[in-house]
């Protein structure tokens, strides 16, 4: 088992950036792939951005693609989701999840892809 919390989330006004964090404790971190999902107030969660457990393969979904980058830092246990030129449509919870896949270069950008769950960070981002 895992147990992941969030962190770095916050109000940026419109344009600005954020890099959130993910730190897991428990197994072996690198173990797993790592996805960002999001939910902003009456919607359903979404997939933000994921990265695998080797390789480093990542995806982005459309609506942040070319402002958000996901990466990992192994000997730290923490993904990390730098994002900039932030919108007032990207305010959410923010929350990272994992999963052991047998592949090494697969994510899921399903969030019933995923075992465990942080707690979330809060995103606001004014006009």
């Known amino acids: 088992q895992v147990q992941l919390v969030e962190s770095g989330g916050g109000l940026v006004q419109a344009g600005g950036s954020l890099r959130l964090s993910c730190a897991a404790s428990?197994?072996?971190?690198?173990?797993?792939?790592v996805a960002w999902f999001r939910q902003a107030p009456g919607k359903e969660r979404e997939f933000v951005a994921g990265i695998s457990r080797q390789v480093d393969i990542t995806g982005y979904a459309d609506a942040v693609k070319g402002r958000v980058t996901i990466s990992r830092d192994n000997a730290k246990n923490t993904v990390y989701l730098e994002m900039n030129s932030l919108k007032p449509e990207d305010t959410a919870v923010y929350y990272c999840?994992?999963?052991?896949?047998?592949?090494?270069?697969?994510?899921?950008?399903?969030?019933?892809?995923?075992?465990?769950w942080g707690q979330g960070t809060p995103v606001t981002v004014s006009s």
């Open positions: 999840a994992a999963k052991i896949y047998p592949s090494g270069s697969y994510f899921s950008r399903s969030d019933r892809g995923y075992d465990y």
């Open positions: 428990g197994r072996t971190f690198s173990n797993y792939a």
